[in-house]
T-cell receptor, first 109, second 114 residues
Framework: RKEVEQDPGPFNVPEGATVAFNCTYS??????FFWYRQDCRKEPKLLMS???SGNEDGRFTAQLNRASQYISLLIRDSKLSDSATYLC??????????FGKGTSLLVTP | DAMVIQNPRYQVTQFGKPVTLSCSQT?????MYWYQQKSSQAPKLLFH???????NEADTPDNFQSRRPNTSFCFLDIRSPGLGDAAMYLC?????????????FGPGTRLLVL
């Protein structure tokens, strides 16, 4: 089983739609969880951390379910500029992160 | 105000010809990482430095080496590139003072092996 698994997509949604991405991780000892965003042929950039209580940043909401080892990202009111690949990231050991392959999102007019 | 700089952005090399990729940072972060990312794949950690302490991933081929002469610079040496080493190579940094898991990535060097 891969350490971090994501549905690769692509997810094609119209502007204004709500879209949700899921991610599962295999290491129950993981303590830190993140969503990174990667634009085509660019470097990954931190989108948001994921906390046990769930957290929201504008149109983005992240949730963590430790019992199920499951992380989600919800994007409301999708914009064209949200088109990118969203990487689920989980810490492995200190200073090392495991990245998922990413879920591709295309928001269309 | 570039923070993590990678040179060159594109590198073409020949099969078996050694190549060096460079990374520099202006953040004064004590941890520096090298990742390999192939098309539609996750970034894969090759190794990282915590200050001068080198930490190699168990599955990183011996063909890949790294040097960190000072806090600001880190190099990735590929001794004998094969066709399978064509990828984007990403350098990243993090700081003990900030959350170490917040990694700042450079723009990457795209390596082509002919």
């Amino acid at each position: 089983r891969k350490e971090v698994e994501q549905d690769p997509g692509p997810f094609n949604v119209p502007e204004g739609a709500t879209v949700a991405f899921n991610c599962t991780y295999s290491n129950s000892a993981s303590q830190s969880f993140f969503w990174y965003r990667q634009d085509c042929r660019k470097e990954p950039k931190l989108l948001m951390s994921v906390y046990s209580s769930g957290n929201e940043d504008g149109r983005f909401t992240a949730q963590l379910n430790r019992a199920s080892q499951y992380i989600s990202l919800l994007i409301r009111d999708s914009k064209l500029s949200d088109s990118a690949t969203y990487l689920c990231v989980v810490n492995r050991v200190r200073y090392a992160l495991n990245f998922g392959k990413g879920t591709s999102l295309l928001v269309t007019p | 105000d570039a923070m993590v700089i990678q040179n060159p952005r594109y590198q073409v090399t020949q099969f078996g010809k050694p190549v060096t990729l460079s990374c520099s940072q202006t953040l004064n972060h004590n941890v520096m990482y090298w990742y390999q990312q192939k098309s539609s794949q996750a970034p894969k950690l090759l190794f990282h430095y915590y200050d001068k302490d080198f930490n190699n991933e168990a599955d990183t081929p011996d063909n890949f080496q790294s040097r960190r002469p000072n806090t600001s610079f880190c190099f990735l040496d590929i001794r004998s590139p094969g066709l399978g080493d064509a990828a984007m190579y990403l350098c990243a940094t993090s700081s003990r003072g900030e959350s170490w898991e917040t990694q700042y990535f450079g723009p990457g060097t795209r390596l082509l092996v002919l």
